[in-house]
């Protein structure tokens, strides 16, 4: 009858499949490589087109900058994800030693965990001996349920490098086309900003998407971050001239 059971369970679970969206990092990576490559190239342009700077000095700093913040971001994402790898490495050595040197306290943090969510000590008690025979096993629990961590990818750092790098850079060159093609930068700069302002909006409405929020809202508010963000450099760039 328990065989049955669950063989009936395997079945239901053969039939149903869930949809969740599992390349959050990625994404995350991408939001800030994009993020960043849209609005500080665009503040920095619009900056300069206050100051009355030629397109083509408006450019080569564009271009300059998107070099140095694609490396820069690029190898932020590198030093974060790599510091991730290494923490869980010194988690997991501090807790495959307690479990050798501490074991019974070791269990009984397992049955602490499971009573957090309401199972009686006779209910988890063959839980916490079935783990003790399987150290492996007892390990990876004890990384997720007590510390709250999941394995990192090794190769997560240069992944991460090189997506923040990449989208950094894409979205960098958006707000810098219209200096390419128009010499004066006063009708180059409202060109910039309409485009920039274009591609906010559609990059805010994607990670709304695939971030499960509102994608009409997220796009807006990224819209409006950018526009805020370069109304400020214009302004300041004004004042000094002015000044």
Partial sequence: ????????????????????????????????????GLTVPFALAAGLSGANS??????????????????????????????EVDHYKRELQREQDEIIAV??????????????YGVQPHEYTPVVNALRKN????????????????????????????TIGIAYI????????????????????????VLTLIALMIFGYAKGYFT?????RSALETALIGAIASAAAFGMAKAVQLG
């Fill in 103 to 116: 074991p019974d306290t070791e269990a009984a943090e397992v049955g602490e965990i499971l009573s957090e």
């Fill in 212 to 216: 499960g929020n509102k994608p009409v």
């Fill in 135 to 162: 150290p492996q096993a007892w390990l990876d629990f004890m990384m997720k349920f007590e510390l709250g961590l999941e394995k990192p990818d090794r190769k997560r750092a240069v992944k991460s490098a090189v």
């Fill in 170 to 193: 894409v979205g960098g060159v958006v707000p810098l086309i219209p200096y390419m093609f128009i010499p004066i930068a006063k009708k180059a700069v409202l060109a910039s900003v």
């Fill in 1 to 36: 009858m328990a065989l049955a059971e669950g063989e009936l369970d395997k079945s239901l679970l053969n039939q149903h499949t869930e949809k969740h969206f599992t390349s959050g990092e990625i994404v995350r990576d991408i939001i800030i490589g994009v993020s960043d």
């Fill in 54 to 83: 030629s397109s083509a000095i408006i450019l080569t700093a564009g271009i300059a900058e998107v070099a140095a913040g694609a490396i820069s971001m690029g190898l932020g994402g590198y030093l974060a994800a790599k510091s």
